[in-house]
């Protein structure tokens, strides 16, 4: 009902659009940059031929982000990948991450 009583002009929409989707690309890429170089948690998926071909496994992290993981690995599998490149379509690239092994003294 608000929006009869106070109608905003196309023009002014479309540009508080065109912000908003600035902003959330913004965002996103602060986000999925400050990923890179950390251990994330995610599960492999089944991975479409043309990722295996390049001897690739596709997986989603528990922020269901799409991260492609350096080795064929089996689908549903939980592994800690360490992201090291974000492609501009938002797809992070890593390899499975080695738990730190300590040192008994």
């Known amino acids: ?27 996103t890429q602060r986000f999925r940059t400050s990923l890179l170089d950390r251990a994330i948690p995610a599960i492999t998926l089944h991975t479409p031929e043309l990722i295996a071909a390049q001897g690739r496994t596709s997986a989603l992290t528990d922020n269901y982000i799409s991260v492609e993981i350096d080795q064929l690995l089996p689908a549903n599998q939980l592994v800690s990948v360490t992201a090291s490149d974000l492609e501009p379509t938002g797809i992070l690239f890593g390899h499975i991450s080695l738990p730190d092994l300590a040192v008994a003294s």
Not at 7 to 25: G, H, K, M, N, Y
């Open 1 to 27: 009902e608000l929006h009869r009583q106070f109608p905003v002009c196309s023009e002014a929409v479309q540009d508080r659009l065109t912000a908003l989707r600035t902003l959330i690309a913004a965002k």
